[in-house]
């Protein structure tokens, strides 16, 4: 049989546009021969739709797309297994998440979704109610078994498994297919970027078609929509486990198999290339679902602004990127020089607003309320304020999106100020760790084969620059030490204990914990950031703010 993987990039709630580019997708698979065509999960809507599926309108469009999509196959050979809602009608208002086979005009077998996943950014439990059984039809001489995302990791639950929940189901789909007899196991999916899970999830699908001894089809959403980012590398799996066709990562793709004589490839996987991969595509889709076609970002002279331009310029073009530098009398004259340089080598616009006239007059207007009181953070945050007001400025003048530039380790620890650097539309690398800024920015330099990020910038101290001589590290433990620390306690929840037993200081440790747990307060108010680690501060971590915690 020849199937084809149509890995798309649908948009939320727009079923016009997914329905029509579901429709050509199908009708490319059918000039190439296909017999079949898998889409990913939920692709009439997009995923995750969220609460829009409290919408009637909302899944009434999304039925009358897939009526519509029904129609358009009566024209064309090729079936399709397409990801959609509908109604459980005993059970309302609750839906399914559904796979709908289409062929010839009519709907031949629909499976729904089996086990629905609670934990980090999934909330399925909320809007959908679950299959009681998962059954085979028949197409072309082969017994086919569909599986919906989460039903086909059942088999392969690992406690503290960053990719999987850590429960174990108390049923599996895939063994009940294989159990009927399947010939061939189908998988759509919308299943998120997070860094490692390429490889993890290549495994287990190795693992179980070996297993069952059956060939496996998997099919992902490619594309972004919020924090969430889909890689698609959707890819066919021999019934002896080896790879046999790979589609392209992090963008849309159409993959045709032929499953009875496959050929087996190389899938060779370099995470540094699949973050930046990532947050480039994040920061496209972003932009272009929003309506937004131009950026701004403040340019500091340090690493994070300066990859965060890198990867701007990387998405939607140089031009359309403007980076503002502001310094005071406390910025040093290499950091105005190194963004002028790193706008040169990046090609895009930049230009200069000096604050200290304006922050001489915040001390002047507050010198009578501030009597007797002395300099302290206050004074250093009403500089970041006065930029984050320039910044919005510029944004709201000219309808560039503003983004911003605090990464992992300053948002864990708080070191950030509300209404000032966190201001902005879109967190880029608020979920990569110091460190990672450090090798992601390295990792550009030399795919460029030159200096895009200039060396100066990369190996100068960190420094917030808001007072004379300041460094990072007069408040924050080495990043080195601060992000393991951090990946401890936010990615594989270790208690204090724990932590200090992996060979970390206890007042470190206990320091570093206070700022993450008294921080919370801030992540709230803070810009959706793109995920990809297995736990970002934002969607799929839920802390109350009013709490007595000691971790």
């Not at 914990?513 to 995920?531: C, D, F, I, M, T």
Request: charged fraction near 25%; hydrophobic fraction near 40%.
């Amino acid at each position: 049989m020849k199937i084809a993987l149509a890995q798309i990039n649908p948009a939320i709630a727009d079923t016009v546009l997914n329905m029509e580019k579901i429709i050509s997708f199908m009708k490319q698979a059918d000039k190439s021969g296909a017999q079949i065509t898998i889409f990913p999960e939920l692709c009439t809507i997009g995923y995750p739709p969220m609460d829009l599926l409290e919408s009637r309108k909302l899944v009434d469009d999304n039925i009358r797309s897939l009526k519509a999509i029904t129609e358009a196959s009566s024209g064309i050979e090729t079936a399709a297994v397409i990801g959609c809602v509908e109604y459980d009608e005993k059970n309302s208002p609750m839906l399914y998440n559904t796979a709908a086979v289409i062929h010839r005009g009519k709907i031949i077998f629909r499976q729904h979704k089996t086990l629905l996943p609670g934990y980090d950014v999934f909330d399925e439990y909320r809007y959908f109610s679950h299959a009681d059984d998962s059954g085979i039809f028949e197409f072309r001489g082969k017994k086919i078994g569909i599986t919906i995302c989460e039903d086909i990791w059942a088999a392969f639950r690992e406690d503290n498994s960053p990719f999987m929940e850590r429960r174990r189901y108390d049923r599996d789909p895939v063994q009940l297919l294989a159990d009927r007899g399947a010939d061939l196991i189908l998988n759509i999916s919308a299943s998120p970027y997070i860094r490692g899970k390429r490889q993890a999830r290549m495994e287990m699908l190795a693992k179980l078609a070996r297993e069952k001894n059956i060939p496996v089809a998997y099919v992902n959403q490619a594309g972004a929509n919020d924090s969430l980012i889909f890689d698609g590398n959707s890819m066919f799996i021999n019934a002896k486990g080896g790879i046999c066709g790979h589609a392209k990562g992090f963008s849309e793709d159409l993959l045709v198999i032929e499953t009875d004589s496959p050929v087996p490839c190389e899938v060779k996987i370099n995470d540094i290339e699949d973050i930046q991969r990532a947050l480039v595509l994040g920061i496209n889709d972003y932009m272009s679902k929003s309506g937004f076609s131009k950026i701004v970002l403040g340019l500091s002279g340090g690493i994070d602004s300066a990859l965060v331009a890198a990867l701007a310029c990387q998405a939607i073009g140089p031009d359309n990127v403007t980076g503002i530098t502001m310094p005071s009398e406390y910025s040093s004259a290499g950091s105005v020089d190194d963004s002028y340089e790193l706008a040169r080598n990046l090609g895009m616009r930049i230009e200069t607003i000096a604050i200290k006239g304006l922050f001489d007059r915040f001390r002047e207007d507050l010198s009578g309320v501030f009597h007797g009181l002395k300099e302290d953070v206050t004074e250093e945050n009403i500089q970041a304020r006065i930029r984050g007001t320039l910044l919005m400025s510029f944004s709201n003048k000219t309808g560039a999106l503003l983004l911003t530039t605090g990464n992992k380790s300053e948002s864990a620890t708080g070191y950030c100020t509300l209404y000032g650097d966190m201001c902005g539309g879109l967190a880029v690398i608020s979920d990569l760790p110091k460190t990672m800024v450090y090798e992601l920015s390295e990792h550009i330099n030399r795919s460029a084969g030159r200096e895009l990020i200039p060396r100066a910038i990369i190996e100068k101290a960190p420094s917030a620059e808001l007072r004379p001589g300041q460094k990072d590290q007069d408040s924050l433990p080495p990043y080195d030490v601060l992000d393991g620390i951090l990946e401890l306690y936010v990615e594989q929840r270790k208690s204090a204990e724990e932590i200090i037993s992996a060979g970390y200081d206890r007042q470190i440790v206990k320091h570093v914990l206070k700022l993450v747990n008294n921080s919370e307060y801030k992540r709230y108010q803070a810009a959706p950031g793109l995920k990809v680690t297995s736990k970002a501060f934002g969607i799929g971590r839920r802390i109350p703010l009013a709490k007595k915690f000691t971790p």
